[in-house]
């Protein structure tokens, strides 16, 4: 059974930088996806970023390009997001995603998600 555990979120200022993890176990992950996705309050959820588990294709969201980075190790298992020059509207619930094939954008083509990590920016 997948399992994916995402931590790393916190409480940070305007500006600063957050690491996030996601650790991924259950099977081998040689062909699937990994993603980022975020959830405000009454907000829907948005693609953050995508990356093939080998780490040789990446997607990026609009609001997030040239801020954040997704990055894989395949050794541990680990994927990670970070996010740089933050924002409060950053703010949101963020979740790790896997699916099987190539980075896809949209919430629905991705089969396993972890619980999520807050994330919160104060201005």
């Known amino acids: 059974q997948v399992q994916l555990v995402e931590s790393g979120g916190g409480l940070v200022q305007a500006g600063d930088s957050l690491t996030l993890s996601c650790v991924a176990s259950?099977?081998?992950?040689?062909?699937?996806?990994m993603g980022w996705f975020r959830q405000a309050p009454g907000k829907e959820r948005e693609f953050v970023a995508a990356i093939t588990w080998r780490g040789g294709s990446t997607l990026y969201g609009d609001s997030v390009k040239e801020r954040f980075t997704i990055s894989m190790d395949n050794a541990k298992n680990m994927v990670y997001l970070v996010m740089n020059s933050l924002k409060p509207e950053d703010t949101a619930v963020y979740y790790c995603?896997?699916?099987?094939?190539?980075?896809?954008?949209?919430?629905?083509?991705?089969?396993?998600w972890g619980q999520g990590t807050q994330v919160t920016v104060s201005s």
């Open positions: 995603a896997a699916r099987q094939g190539t980075p896809l954008v949209s919430r629905d083509d991705y089969d396993y």
């Open positions: 259950g099977r081998t992950f040689s062909r699937y996806a």
